[in-house]
């Protein structure tokens, strides 16, 4: 998984088919699903993911609706195909369903 180092960047790569992750190192649920990204990625290795850190990218966040992290976010050609948006804890199988109405 990249990071994400510029708004610039995030234009760019909205135009591919890209699962943006909205994260903090704060944050405790965020740290729970790190264990299973790299498998993520294996499974839906047509799509590139992103780390997004919250903190330094909060405009941007504003932006795109995001008050609460863990979250997702996937674009294809400029166009959002999906959000998966709160401030609650997601389960593997949560974003595992998420990502197949976005794949």
Known sequence: MIKL???EQFKELKKKHTVF???AKWCPDCRVI???LNELETIYS???FVYVD???FIDLCIENNIY???SFL????DELLGSFVSKFRKTKQEIIDFL????
């Open 34 to 36: 790190e264990p299973f």
């Open 21 to 23: 992750l909205f994260s």
């Open 100 to 103: 197949e109405t976005v794949k």
């Open 68 to 70: 609460g992290i863990p």
């Open 74 to 77: 996937v674009f294809n050609e």
């Open 5 to 7: 180092q510029s708004i």
């Open 46 to 48: 047509n799509m590139e």
């Open 54 to 56: 919250r903190d330094e």
